[in-house]
């Protein structure tokens, strides 16, 4: 298959390389490119509608290939849901995992930790649904497929941040409170507005990722968590607000 799927490209599966010949995006062109593509498609098709409702066609046309190399990169849609998956939490892992393991005392570790937490998800905010579609799903499958994503990505950056609020709180610099309610509620607070962004763009008749809006939002979500747990007076967020 792989075979028949790198010579049934189309051409709009071929760009330009530097000699001016076409170079086909698959293992002889350019395969990070098309693997990208797919996925950036098989994001966007599974945050609309799930894995069951989700169409390989559909994903295939978006990233400008073929189904055949599509089948290529993924043997089937579970394993293409799969790699999505851990597109959207290595991504993530990579990005806040540098802060938490600095050596920046807790109360600015955290702040770090939030805004870039928040900018992850700003940046991707398709990325909420997929993973909420995934949390509603019932069923020994998915529950296995949960764990294992639990196990290699949430385990770690959780630990971590057990450790900072430990830290905060041992040295005053944090109210004493239970990590196993403080973390889901840092999550809920920053991933619900994203997931939840086409009812508010109904309801308040403007668009919730605007430039002005996102920026309002990361400020709003620091200082909101700073003042839930920061002992004393608050650091500045001046910095720590940009967007």
Do not use: C
Request: cysteine-free; aromatic content about 10%; charged content about 25%.
């Amino acid at each position: 298959m792989k075979a028949q799927a790198a010579a049934a490209l189309p051409r709009s599966s071929r760009v330009p390389t530097g000699g001016g010949r076409l170079a086909r995006l698959g293992t002889r062109g350019r395969p990070e490119e098309s693997r990208a593509a797919i996925l950036k498609a098989a994001v966007a098709e599974f945050a609309e509608h799930g894995i069951g409702g989700a169409r390989t066609d559909a994903i295939a046309r978006a990233a400008h290939v073929n189904k055949a190399l599509l089948y290529y990169y993924f043997k089937d849609k579970d394993a293409l849901y799969e790699a999505v998956l851990d597109h959207v939490f290595s991504g993530m892992q990579a990005r806040v995992m540098p802060v938490l393991e600095s050596k920046l005392p807790p109360r600015q570790k955290m702040l770090e930790y939030l805004g870039t937490y928040f900018d992850y998800i700003a940046a991707n905010p398709r990325f909420p649904r997929v993973v909420q579609g995934e949390w509603m799903r019932s069923g020994a499958e998915s529950s296995a497929r949960m764990q294992r994503i639990a196990k290699k990505y949430f385990r770690p950056v959780f630990g971590k941040l057990v450790e900072v609020l430990y830290e905060g709180i041992a040295a005053g610099e944090f109210r004493a409170v239970n990590p196993m309610d403080f973390l889901p509620s840092v999550a809920a607070i920053i991933v619900h507005y994203f997931s939840s962004a086409p009812l508010m763009k109904t309801l308040m008749k403007a668009d919730p990722l605007s430039i002005e809006r996102i920026r309002e939002r990361r400020a709003f979500v620091l200082d909101f968590i700073s003042a839930a747990l920061f002992t004393g007076a608050a650091p500045s967020l001046r910095k720590s607000s940009k967007a």
